[in-house]
């Protein structure tokens, strides 16, 4: 078992896309990744119950690390975790990483079998290398 992500966005394009290209990383291995992104209807938007629906989707067990990318989908994740059980919640962070940078890192430490704690560190860190480059 491995630690699933979910990733919510505003747009189901970006948000797919995003994750497209974090598994490109993953050649040949599978990993949960849920998208929780936009409306029903196709706009733009997010909705708790969508991301708590993901989150459980992504849980095997071993907790999810949850990616956001502006500011209702962070409270849309914050108010997501009131819908889940007790032991869900407590099995789930919520990553202030950068969407698509954080989930790059995130997919493959997630892969090796990393523990919750170990993805969402390496989700954070994901800006590092382009601070890097760009002093």
């Keep these: 078992m491995t630690v699933g992500i979910v990733v919510v966005s505003h747009s189901r394009a970006l948000a797919d896309a995003a994750v497209e290209l974090a598994r490109q990383m993953l050649p040949g291995r599978e ?20 991301v708590s629906a993901a989150i459980e989707a992504a ?6 690390v949850v ?7 962070v409270l849309s994740a914050e108010t997501a975790l009131e819908f889940l059980a ?13 969407l698509v940078e954080g989930l790059v890192g995130a997919v493959v430490v997630a892969a090796g079998g990393a523990s919750r704690e170990q993805v969402a560190a390496e989700a954070a860190r994901g800006l590092a290398p382009k601070e890097a480059q760009l002093r």
Excluded: F, K, Q
């Design 31 to 50: 990993l949960a990744v849920e998208v929780a992104a936009g409306t029903e209807d196709g706009g733009l938007g997010t909705d708790a119950a969508a």
């Design 86 to 98: 007790d032991d869900v919640r407590a099995r789930t962070t919520l990553s202030a990483a950068p």
């Design 59 to 64: 849980d095997s067990g071993e907790g999810t």
């Design 67 to 73: 990616l956001m990318d502006l500011g209702s989908a």
